[in-house]
């Protein structure tokens, strides 16, 4: 059976972002997932904040 999963950006904080994802099959919602993706410095691993490139981007995407 063939799935489609469509995800969207919920949530844009300071730190972090919130993605969610719905996944149906044959137009039927089969189930929905939420996950959240902080960002982080490279060399010491604590969280930053979001660099406005990736701003851009994840705005583009953001559900209102």
Do not use: A, F, W
Request: with cysteine.
């Amino acid at each position: 059976d063939e799935m489609v999963v469509e995800l969207s950006v919920s949530k844009i904080g300071k730190t972090s972002t919130t993605v969610s994802y719905s996944i149906s099959r044959e137009g039927r919602l089969m189930g929905t997932v939420q996950t959240v993706h902080v960002c982080v410095s490279k060399k010491s691993r604590e969280k930053q904040i979001i660099p406005n490139e990736l701003l851009l981007i994840l705005n583009k995407y953001l559900i209102k």
